[in-house]
């Protein structure tokens, strides 16, 4: 099967289209002929080689999520599985390819009306959006601050804020027509990346969820109301500062709290329920997807160059 792995960190250019030989399922495991892939901002990270010291190594295989239809199981698995489509999560590995496989506790069945790209733009980053939120006690009225809002994470935290009651649901983005879109989607004051959005946002937030992280993170730990909550669920515009802490125990008669947030510390089954529930909400037109753009799988390159330039609005799906 053809599949990309990473030849060299750094540049999008040390990815390549490899010949691998096509995955077979292990005990309990399904095997996905993949119609639609997702590229996420982790891809990104691994890919630069950020994550190195958790052993990721050069011939890597990318890939967390992808959607399509299940060609074979493994021990243990109901053949009923076969023929139907499915979205699964391959772990950090082995989904930019024609083929991957998943462990059944991690593949999902898509409810008719909702594609494969559809389905990888939202199954990885609904999720996160929904806990992050969760985790963060947002409460109807609150201000919520989305950072790095024009991702898929921030796409759909808007909404879910939005839908929740927020009593302000303000965006940090690159550009006015960007914000614009997002306007549309649910938000009520977009900021700059910076974080200055003219008088009439909001000085300070209940909630920030930040997918940004960088040198600048210590700047909307400021922007935090009294008993204010931040939770990181992402670095994609790099570490932030090692003494960002200070800044925390700075504001502290406000009693601001920060938390670090991954998916994987949700209990699987919570996770599918949650995933299961966004699935027919989009189906049904009542979450949006954004799908950026849709490229060839062997242009896997392309996509992390528009990622690494600050251009995608949403998320690029790649196909086989």
Request: net charge neutral; glycine share 14%.
């Amino acid at each position: 099967m053809r599949a990309v792995v990473i030849k060299a960190f750094g540049d999008p250019a040390g990815l390549e289209v490899a010949d691998l030989p096509a995955p077979v399922p292990a005990p309990g495991q399904v095997c996905v002929t993949t119609e639609a892939i997702g590229v996420g901002g982790v891809d990104a990270v691994i890919r630069r080689g950020t994550l190195a010291a958790h052993g990721f190594r050069e011939g890597h295989l990318l890939g967390s999520e992808v959607a399509g239809s299940v060609t074979a199981v493994g021990d243990g698995v109901d053949t009923s599985w076969i023929g139907r489509r499915v979205w699964a999560f391959t772990g950090l590995s082995g989904g930019y390819a024609e083929q991957a496989v998943a462990a059944l506790g991690d593949v999902l069945a898509l409810p008719d009306g909702l594609t494969a790209a559809d389905a990888v733009t939202l199954g990885g980053s609904g999720v996160v959006a929904h806990y992050a939120l969760e985790r963060a006690r947002t409460a109807p009225g609150e201000a919520v601050l989305v950072r790095g809002a024009a991702g898929s994470i921030g796409i759909t935290a808007v909404q879910l804020a939005a839908r929740a009651g927020a009593g302000a649901v303000l965006v940090t983005t690159s550009s006015a027509q960007r914000g614009a879109r997002l306007r549309d989607l649910g938000a009520t004051h977009v900021l700059d990346r910076s974080g200055d959005g003219g008088p009439d946002a909001p000085a300070g937030v209940d909630v920030v969820l930040d997918v940004v992280g960088g040198p600048r993170l210590p700047d909307f730990v400021d922007r935090l109301n009294p008993n204010g909550r931040y939770v990181a669920v992402g670095v994609v515009g790099g570490q932030p500062p090692a003494d960002f802490g200070t800044r925390l125990v700075a504001n502290f008669r406000r009693s601001p709290s920060f938390a670090a947030f991954s998916a994987d510390t949700v209990p699987g089954p919570d996770r599918q329920a949650v995933r299961a529930a966004q699935f027919a909400d989009a189906a049904r037109g009542e979450l949006r997807t954004v799908v950026h753009e849709v490229l060839p799988l062997d242009q896997a390159a392309r996509a992390h160059r528009e990622m690494d330039a600050g251009r995608v609005f949403g998320r690029i799906v790649l196909v086989p």
